[in-house]
């Protein structure tokens, strides 16, 4: 992974090469300032001043009135004189901990069934068939769609009394009455669910075809004439062969699922059954004026996705690097 | 042979389910879109009304063209400001060995992958500082922490993918890097340039959260800002066929957009993924 440590011609003694490696790490060094400074500006310090924020009893009124209150925003407690302790704090906050139940499950089951169907419909575009760049085009639709216009589109879908939704497993005799897909607190993740893999699918799609067309075809063609049955060639021969390319596109779409907020802003505003991590942590810090108990809420989601991508690197000996994959 | 006609008959479907899923919300919406009053609501499949009126409600709404007008400059000033930062940038990550290189290229795609909500706080208070609060500077700034990373990213495995042959050649023609830069590899780059860019202009053109957050005022929301509030006081009384007429607005470009870049949109897409 260290690539200054396999540097070519270790023996070249050469003036000339080492000044002129001197002048190219001097520019490279020039070249980078600018990218590294604005990153820090606008990813590193807020980062830190948030974390900073969620210690502090600052208000979204008064971003420079806050006092450092330690842990106070996470958890504290006080006894009572009665001896019973009470706590607070985000911590023992019960709409925190449904937020956070929400995004794990929304997370978990949209990664899951995306891969499937990503899978699934990258084998199809695999194939050689008239019509296979049609297909590819029509499935980039979706992904094209802002996610707000596509929240919008079935929010209109899923309505109650004139969506088509409705209207169509009526047709088919599903249901026998209009259901509220979205205001609905048994349905509403369900809807949830259902649009971010509609919309999400083609991203894991053409991500997986992209592995599967580093498949070398002779595979295919020896175990045909071996006789292997096409289920046992995907189990043992595709799958294992894909799972690298499939364990990055896993992984981003987890990130990605980990931080929804504007899908579930808008298809299920203020329902219970969705607000996820960063949807509440954005209500506290904004809209509730609770500054600092959203800025806490906001750096637990960090730390959760810091130590998730950790746990997943390390369990999947991942090598995000792009060096040694190639 | 009837067996093998039966496998492919249950192939095609299995396409078509993929193409008729894929497609429909949007078919539907346009559908929606040309209807109003009481038409909107009875469910047709099949296009019976065509009614322009959502469209010029759309299109007098001074609101929503301002909005879309802010899209367009806050999306392509954040695109060429990630661009211009990431080539030069990429170039050292993607040609200069140096210790720490492993490091820092791990650290830009930790930040793109960062839960824009983590920054939110830190972010509010650096545009009030800046007094850029409610104004396009504030969507420029803050989507350079994806737009930037994201391109840098991209860039840097294309540009380890050029022959190191030109390079060595423009050395000993006495090219300094900048010269390579600006004269060898930029050139060869535009395509991939291109795609990047295109990326990160629908990327910044979808943003949300970053928009509904540093925005005030009805004349500086982005587009999907505006969309998302388009609709009425109360729940009965939402402009369906309006909603609907402004997102096939400003879907319609993204979609012929990605339409004809389509091969290197995917390429730029798992070179962002697969690869890294």
């Known amino acids: ?97 449904n937020a956070v139940w929400n995004t794990i499950k929304f997370s978990v089951v949209s990664v899951s069934i995306e891969t499937i169907l990503g899978l699934m419909v990258a084998l199809v575009l695999n194939q050689e068939f008239k019509g296979r760049g049609l297909v590819r085009a029509a499935i980039l639709i979706p992904w094209a769609i802002p996610t707000i216009v596509s929240a919008k589109m079935w929010g209109w879908m899923l309505n109650d009394q004139f969506g088509i939704i409705n209207h169509m497993l009526m047709a088919l005799g599903l249901i026998d009455s209009n259901v509220a897909w979205t205001s609905n607190i048994d349905t509403a993740m369900f809807s949830v669910l259902v649009v971010d893999v509609w ?33 046992r060639v995907f189990f043992h021969v595709t799958l294992p062969l894909v799972r690298p390319a499939l364990m990055v596109a896993v992984i981003f779409r987890m990130l990605d699922a980990l931080r929804v907020f504007d899908l579930i802003y808008i298809l299920t505003p203020n329902s219970k059954a969705t607000k996820t991590m960063s949807v509440v942590s954005r209500e506290n810090l904004i809209e509730f004026d609770k500054f600092a108990y959203g800025s806490a809420q906001s750096t637990l989601l960090f730390a959760i996705i810091a130590i998730f991508v950790c746990l997943y690197i390390w369990l999947g000996k991942l090598n995000l690097n792009g060096d040694t994959q190639r | 042979m009837i067996k093998r006609q039966l496998n492919s008959v249950a192939f095609y479907l299995l396409v078509i389910s993929i193409v008729v899923v894929a497609v429909f919300p949007f078919y539907y919406s346009v559908i929606t879109s040309f209807k109003t009053g009481t038409d909107l609501f009875s469910v047709d499949y099949f296009p019976k009304h065509f009614d322009l009126r959502n469209y010029r409600d759309v299109l007098n709404n001074d609101n929503f063209l301002r909005s879309i007008l802010n899209s367009v ?178 879907t319609v470009p993204l979609i012929i957009l990605v339409l004809i870049f389509q091969r290197k949109i995917v390429a730029g897409l798992t070179a962002g993924g697969v690869k890294g």
């Open chain 2, 73 to 250: 400059f806050i999306a392509s000033t954040t695109v060429v400001c990630a661009l211009f930062l990431a080539v030069t940038a990429s170039y050292a990550l993607a040609r200069v060995r140096f210790k720490g290189r492993g490091l820092l290229l791990m650290t830009i795609l930790a930040v793109s992958m960062f839960p824009q909500i983590a920054v939110l706080a830190g972010l509010f208070e650096m545009v009030r500082f800046l007094g850029i609060y409610n104004s396009p500077w504030a969507m420029i700034l803050s989507y350079t922490i994806f737009t930037l990373p994201f391109t840098v990213w991209v860039l840097t495995t294309f540009m380890r993918d050029l022959p190191v042959e030109i390079e060595e050649a423009a050395i000993v023609d006495g090219a300094t890097p900048w010269v390579i830069i600006t004269q060898v590899f930029l050139p060869l780059l535009w395509p991939a340039l291109v795609t990047t860019g295109l990326l990160a202009f629908i990327g910044a053109w979808n943003e949300f959260l970053f928009a509904l957050t540093f925005t005030a005022s009805e004349t500086m929301r982005t587009v999907p800002v505006a969309i998302a509030m388009l609709s009425g006081a109360s729940d009965h009384e939402i402009p369906w066929g309006t909603i609907m007429a402004a997102s096939v607005v400003v």
């Open chain 1, 199 to 231: 919309k999400t699918t083609p991203f894991m799609a053409l991500l997986c075809l992209a592995g599967l067309q580093m498949i070398p075809r002779d595979i295919y063609e020896a175990a045909k004439i071996d006789g292997i049955h096409p289920v």
């Open chain 1, 1 to 97: 992974m260290d690539t200054s440590l396999s540097l070519s011609k270790p023996n070249t003694k050469l003036k000339s090469v080492s000044s002129l490696r001197q002048q190219k790490l001097r520019a490279a060094m020039w070249f980078l300032a600018p990218m590294v400074t604005v990153l820090f500006c606008v990813a590193g310090w807020p980062l830190l001043r948030s974390i900073y924020f969620s210690f502090t009893d600052t208000s979204l009124t008064d971003l420079y009135g806050g006092q450092w209150v330690g842990f106070k925003n996470y958890l504290t407690w006080t006894t009572l004189s009665s001896g019973r302790t009470i706590f607070s704090g985000t911590l023992a906050d019960p709409t925190w901990w």
